[in-house]
């Protein structure tokens, strides 16, 4: 069985929240898009369990100025409790001064997902970088 529409907004609005959260730098919201011992694969830097995770995403909010990730093109497969996300992104930063938005990186991603106890979770989320 393939996904329901209900799976495929609610992958959506996973994307969505992951972008929100570590632009924010909110740890504990970035990290509770993962799965307990969820990955992300940043261009190769592995950041591994949601005690890194967490960690990761209040570093980055605080090393770049005004980040703004912007995933398009979302491509989402699977059934009832595994999927993939296939998306590119754009992620703009205030670069500058006066500081103007700019884009600072584009790539894409090429995810795995799984749905625990209804809720669906990033168990991999591999970006990789525009060369």
Known sequence: ????????????ALAAR?????????????AGVFTEDGVLDAA???VEGRAALEQFAK?????????RHIATNLVIEGNGHRATLRAYLQM??????????QIA????YADTLVKEAGT????????????
């Open 120 to 131: 669906w979770r990033f168990e991999r989320r591999v970006y990789t970088a525009d060369a």
């Open 1 to 12: 069985m393939g996904l329901t529409t209900d799976d495929q907004v609610a992958i959506q």
């Open 105 to 108: 990186a584009s790539g894409k």
């Open 44 to 46: 190769g830097r592995l």
């Open 59 to 67: 570093e980055f909010a605080q090393r770049m100025r005004s980040p």
């Open 18 to 30: 992951y972008n929100h959260a570590i632009d924010s730098g909110d740890g504990a919201a970035f």
């Open 92 to 101: 703009f930063a205030l670069e500058g001064e006066p500081g103007s938005q």
